[in-house]
């Protein structure tokens, strides 16, 4: 269930990488003077599917055999300001501060049968993010590029404490670095350039506060290490 949302992430960026769109005969290139600026700015509009890679925990899962997974991906909303900087023909650094909003549901299987109603963790980051964007040739208004790097998120719905009121048996800790690759397309139009662009998104830290619940231990016990993952399709307008 969950592979079929991130596949359908790729089917639509790949709805833009139609060969199409590239065309071969020559066309009227509409200019481009602010790809040859030293710096120059925009703003990003896009949606993400965030996850998590779970390691249960082999000791608890001899005990109770209860096994942890992320089962049904929710779209999110991303929101970012571009910052470009040019620093070769081929080559500009990024820097893309926004916010980002999502959430993951964790549910535990016991036997292959749910043993309890989903973890709803709610994620509502401030992402800074510094990327390498290495661009090919540009063919007629269209140019193709490749992009990585790292981003810094420090999550504000993640909770000190644990809500009595709701029956949450999870926390996150609030910062994690992320490491990002992915490929888009620049897509040059008459009065300002649009980027659509995929990318993978994967936190290096494990997120998981170790520190179980008093109304429901057995949920962090089950869990040896939890590590973020979010698919991002963003359009850049600069």
């Known amino acids: 269930m969950r592979k079929n949302h991130a596949y359908i992430f790729v089917i639509l960026f790949l709805i833009f990488v139609h060969p199409d769109s590239f065309g071969q005969k020559q066309k009227p290139k509409n200019d481009s003077w602010y790809d040859d600026k030293p710096m120059h700015f925009g703003f990003s509009l896009g949606m993400n599917l965030m996850d998590f890679n779970i390691t249960p925990s082999q000791s608890h899962l001899a005990i109770d055999s209860l096994y942890p997974e992320v089962s049904v991906l929710n779209p999110g909303l991303n929101i970012q300001i571009v910052t470009n900087l040019h620093l070769a023909r081929y080559l500009d650094l990024r820097f893309l501060p926004g916010v980002s909003f999502g959430q993951r549901n964790v549910r ?42 790292v981003n810094f998120r420090y999550d504000l719905a993640g909770k000190k404490e644990y809500d009595d009121e709701k029956p949450v048996y999870l926390r996150l800790k609030r ?54 993952q979010i698919w991002i399709l963003a359009f850049h307008f600069e």
């Open 108 to 149: 535990f299987f016991k036997d292959g049968i749910i043993v309890n109603e989903k973890q709803r963790l709610e994620s509502s980051y401030l992402e800074f993010p510094f990327l390498l964007k290495f661009k090919g040739d540009r063919l007629n208004n269209v140019r193709p590029y490749v992009i990585g790097g």
């Open 175 to 228: 910062a994690d670095l992320y490491y990002e690759a992915g490929a888009g397309l620049d897509f040059y139009l008459p009065y300002f350039k649009l980027s659509v662009e995929f990318k993978l998104s994967t936190g290096l830290r494990d997120v998981i506060v170790h520190e179980p619940a008093p109304k429901g231990p057995q949920y962090a016990n089950a869990i040896e290490r939890m590590r973020s």
